[in-house]
């Protein structure tokens, strides 16, 4: 069992940074591809970005390619997302979520997924 605990989130005002953070336990981490998807208020879950089991590739939504950037630390089992000129419509739950070795990294689709987090409220005031 894979167990992810995210962190980070709070109230930031348009044009701010946020940084969120998921904890992984229960197995090796780089075993897994790493996602984070972000689902507001009546809205299906979306993907926001991914990353290979190295770090060493990633990918982006459009909608925030250039102002979020995801990164981990294998040594700490601990994947990263920095969320920089922050927009009201970024306002949502984001979730981490892990995706085992043999299906591949940044899936887009929540399905393809194996584990997930709790998630954490990122709201951003105009």
């Known amino acids: 069992q894979v167990q992810l605990v995210e962190s980070g989130g709070g109230l930031v005002q348009a044009g701010g940074s946020l940084r969120l953070s998921c904890a992984v336990s229960g197995r090796t981490f780089s075993s897994y591809g790493m996602g984070w998807f972000r689902q507001a208020p009546g809205k299906e879950r979306e993907f926001v970005a991914g990353i290979s089991w190295s770090g060493g590739s990633t990918s982006y939504a459009d909608s925030v390619k250039g102002r979020f950037t995801i990164s981990r630390d294998n040594a700490k089992n601990t994947v990263y997302l920095r969320m920089n000129s922050l927009k009201p419509e970024d306002t949502a739950v984001y979730y981490c979520?892990?995706?085992?070795?043999?299906?591949?990294?940044?899936?887009?689709?929540?399905?393809?997924?194996?584990?997930w987090g709790q998630g954490t409220q990122v709201t951003v005031s105009s």
């Open positions: 979520a892990a995706v085992s070795l043999p299906k591949g990294w940044g899936l887009r689709r929540p399905g393809d997924y194996d584990y």
